[in-house]
């Protein structure tokens, strides 16, 4: 049982615990609206960093790096720097939710819980209006 614990608080949740069921076309979707905000950051960081990776000399400078991790109910997108070493690592951060019964996309209003309201859907026609280069959109009133 001390095990399991240790084991929670250092990987997130327990091994064994089942995450959500998907269809094979929410995979297909989900897969594209990765690649397409993958694209979007890429675009946005070879803009507003040419100079600096120049400057560097080191063509990957500022990359970024998404990536998911499955829950029961929800899927984390997260957003990693490329650079750190093995001291330091890279840091990582939430990009945002992606709610498995819906295809929600959802704000992250911490590590491990998004908020509230749906800012887009995966589903959508265009489902990067939901999100920016930095993760999900604020809402607007």
């Known amino acids: 049982m001390r095990r399991g614990r240790a084991l929670h608080r250092r990987y997130g949740r327990a091994f064994g615990q089942k995450v959500a069921a998907t269809t094979p076309e929410f995979e297909a979707t989900l897969a594209r609206f990765v690649s397409s905000a993958q694209a979007m950051i890429d675009d946005h960081n070879?803009?507003?960093?040419a100079?600096?990776?120049a400057r560097v000399n080191d063509p990957?400078?500022?990359a970024k790096?998404?990536?998911l991790e499955r829950g029961p109910k929800y899927i984390r997108v997260v957003v990693s720097d490329s650079y750190g070493d093995s001291k330091t690592g890279a840091g990582r951060s939430v990009y945002c939710f992606i709610d498995t019964t819906n295809?929600?996309?959802l704000k992250?209003?911490?590590?491990?819980a998004p908020a509230k309201h749906a800012r887009g859907n995966i589903f959508d026609a265009d489902p990067l209006q939901g999100v920016t280069q930095y993760g999900a959109q604020y809402l607007r009133r």
């Open 108 to 112: 992250s209003a911490s590590w491990k």
């Open 103 to 105: 295809g929600n996309i």
């Open 65 to 67: 790096k998404l990536s």
């Open 46 to 49: 070879d803009k507003f960093f």
């Open 60 to 62: 990957s400078f500022g």
């Open 51 to 53: 100079n600096a990776r």
